[in-house]
Every structure is written in C-alpha cells, then in structure tokens.
C-alpha cells in the first residue's frame, strides 16, 4: 500500500482474518490485478464517511472498481456470509455457543433520497422512506436484517425476515419484540418457526424514559450501524445495497473487536 493510511484502513491483522474468509479466485477470465485490501479500505472509507462513490479518493481503486465489487458480492450474498462467519468467531470468542438459542426482533425507520426504487410512509414515525428489520443475538450482532419500504407494517416485516432464516438457526427458541408484534404473529412464530415470541411491554405506571429487558439490545446494534454516516439515512437506490451496508457496518465492528488496533506509542 504505497499511500498515508486512512483511520477507516483494515489493519494487518483485520486484513488477514477477512482474508481467511473470502471466496477463491474465479479460475476463468482475466486474472484480478486490483488489491482486494484496498477495495475493503475503499468501501470503508464510503461506509463510515458518507461520501458519494464518485468523490472517493484518487489514491484509492477507481471507483467504478470498487463499485464493480461492491455489487458483486451483494448479489452473491457475501456480505451476509462473512456477517455470518465473523458472527459465529465473535460469540466463540466471547465464550459463547456458535448459535444463539435467544435473540431480539425490531425496526428503525431511516428517511430516503429521492432516488430510492422502493419507499414508503411510516405513519407511526412521521417517515417516508424505509424500514431496517433486524434480529439480533444477545450480544447485539445481526442474524438477519432486511430493508422494507418504511410503509410495512412490523408483524409484515418480520415475518419476511423470520421465514428466510428459520432453518438456520438450530438453537434458536427465544425472540423478544415490542408491542408492536403482538397479534397473530406470535401464533405464526410458533406454528411456522417452533419458536416463542415473547412481548415486552413498557409499564403503564412508569413515566418519561425506561430501559425494558431486553429490547435495548437491538436498540444499541442501530446505534452501532449510525457511526457508519453512510447510514444516517438511506442513500441508495436499491434496498439490497442498503442492505449490504448494514451488514458491512457489523462486519467491520466485528474485525475490529477480533482484531483490535494496536495503540501508538
């Protein structure tokens, strides 16, 4: 890397573990010539800065480069397999089993660029744009997120996100959810899922700010993905690339957790 690092950069050892974990070359076509380090260090950069992929820096790939791979590998679903991986080296690393038997269900409503091909209005929120649905563990790392028009109802949403995952998560037996779940979704849970939807309801007696068992989990996993300013709101066209975002968001916090920066001297 014949550049002056940027603070977003992967350090050596970030970049080995991720490395560990990429797919193999392709055998056909052209043989890559770009370092694929640099193109992670570029999608970071547009991660947690914000910038528009054409305002990269000059010392990166071009960004019509980093695009290309960006897509690639949101439509092979890499993102959501390295999220995956990292996951399962994290909750092993923190002495815990590689998949969780509890986790927690919610959504964040996000405002959308007028460029967006599927939005919104969440009449709840006062929002038009989407809606990120996210099931996480109880460390707070993401099993599963989707990103709806903001429009959908909650029970809608998670219903999507829990059909594509229930038959890959073998422990799991617990989910908690706000009020917003309650209805015929818990007898859908249990009679689609084999899982147990529990509700946590905020105390009637109780005035102005309560922290409820449970559902601040997830409310710290939305927390972590703003630090990225690529997802203080919506800026992309497609919700898969809004997506892979979010994923990316937890995949390099889980880097950095596995593999801490060593502190200057």
């Known amino acids: 890397m014949n550049r002056k690092p940027y603070p977003t950069d992967l350090t050596e050892e970030q970049w080995e573990l991720l490395a560990s974990i990429l797919p193999p070359p392709e055998l056909r076509g052209r043989k890559r010539r770009v370092d694929l380090r640099e193109v992670f260090n570029a999608v970071t950069y547009v991660s947690r800065t914000g910038c528009q992929w054409r305002m990269l820096p000059h010392d990166f790939p071009a960004w019509q480069t980093v695009y290309y791979y960006f897509r690639k590998w949101r439509d092979a679903e890499w993102f959501v397999s390295w999220n995956d991986a990292l996951r399962v ?17 919610d959504s964040q409503s996000v405002k959308t660029t007028e460029v967006a091909d599927e939005r919104g209005f969440d009449a709840g929120k006062k929002i038009n744009g989407r809606k990120r649905h996210a ?3 109880t460390l707070g790392l993401v099993l599963r997120l989707k990103v709806l028009a903001a429009s959908v109802q909650d029970r809608d949403g998670a219903k999507v996100l829990l059909d594509e995952i229930k038959d890959q998560m073998p422990r799991l037996q617990l989910i908690w959810a706000d009020g917003g779940y309650r209805g015929k979704l818990i007898a859908w849970v249990a009679e689609t899922c084999a899982w147990l939807l529990h509700i946590v309801l905020r105390k009637d007696d109780v005035k102005g700010f309560q922290v409820l068992p449970r559902r601040w989990v997830v409310e710290r996993t939305f927390a972590w993905m703003g630090r990225h300013r690529r997802l203080s709101k919506d800026y992309e066209r497609q919700a898969e690339s809004a997506e892979a975002f979010c994923y990316y968001s937890m995949i390099h916090l889980m880097l950095r957790r596995l593999r801490p920066a060593k502190a200057s001297i």
């Open 135 to 137: 099931l996480v563990d």
């Open 89 to 105: 080296a994290l909750r092993q690393a923190s002495g815990h089993q590689a998949e969780p038997s509890a986790a927690i269900i």
